[in-house]
């Protein structure tokens, strides 16, 4: 199934002790469909708390027979307001909503005015500075291809392997609501790496760092000579690609 959600209420995707999840959230819906049998779902990927999808993908084994726009309509019905499911399929028993997942794609959004605007401030990262749209641009192309990101990889990341390939990191102004929308499109992505890119990228916009500063941080290999990871809320999940 493919689902959207505001994640502003949510402890994030996976389902956690004492708190409100996107995973316990939908697994509580099957859960009323099953009459009491527990169905664990798969999702892309775990977003954080506060971080938005639009086009998240999820997998669960499901006990009874039910077609699949009988599912859409059930859960779409059962669930909260801030989830929305878009599509639903039946796969074949090998498909793993993670583990098949070609790459992403991944938008996050910038208020630059010089007040944040009350009506994007759930999705998008005030940063009131004045910025500079070709040095953005610039600090960006170094990061497309393949490169080790640790240095832009979170300290509790736990993956071994931070080489990763990234074929599109990109920006324009949104002209209705004037924000700056950054998007990655990559082979997958670490622990808060989009989060600290744009931190990072900022600091270049606003000339508090010059462009070149891009691959020698890439090089080094350290988040500590990498900038900070802005906020959540800025962050959506666009799409996930499969072969």
């Known amino acids: 199934m493919k689902l959207a959600y505001d994640g502003t209420h949510f402890s994030g995707f996976q389902v956690q002790p004492n708190k409100r999840t996107v995973q316990g959230e939908i697994e509580k819906a099957l859960n009323t469909m099953s009459k009491g049998s527990f169905v664990r779902i798969k999702g892309a990927g775990r977003t954080d708390a506060g971080v938005h999808a639009r086009g998240q993908v999820i997998h669960f084994d499901y006990p009874k ?15 909260s307001e801030d989830i929305v499911f878009y599509t639903s399929d039946i796969v074949d028993d090998r498909f793993h909503s993670q583990y098949l997942a070609k790459g992403k794609t991944y938008q996050y959004r910038v208020d630059n005015h010089k007040l944040e605007d009350p009506f994007t401030r759930l999705y998008a990262h005030h940063h009131p500075f004045k910025m500079d749209l070709e040095r953005t641009k610039q600090a960006l192309n170094y990061l497309e291809g393949t490169h080790d990101f640790t240095s832009f990889a979170s300290a509790q990341s736990d993956k071994e392997d931070k080489t990763r390939t990234i074929y599109e990191a990109s920006v324009m102004i949104d002209e209705r609501t004037e924000e700056w929308v950054f998007t990655f499109r990559g082979n997958g ?55």
Do not use: H, W
């Not at 859409?72 to 669930?79: E, M």
């Open 65 to 79: 027979a039910i077609p699949a726009d009988g599912m859409l309509r059930a859960l779409n019905a059962l669930s």
């Open 189 to 243: 992505f670490l622990y808060n790496m989009i989060r600290i890119i744009v931190g990072t990228v900022l600091q270049v916009a606003d000339g508090r760092r010059p462009v070149e500063d891009i691959p020698k941080i890439l090089k080094a290999k350290d988040r500590t000579v990498a900038g900070p990871t802005v906020a959540p809320k800025g962050l959506c999940m666009m799409e996930v690609y499969y072969d």
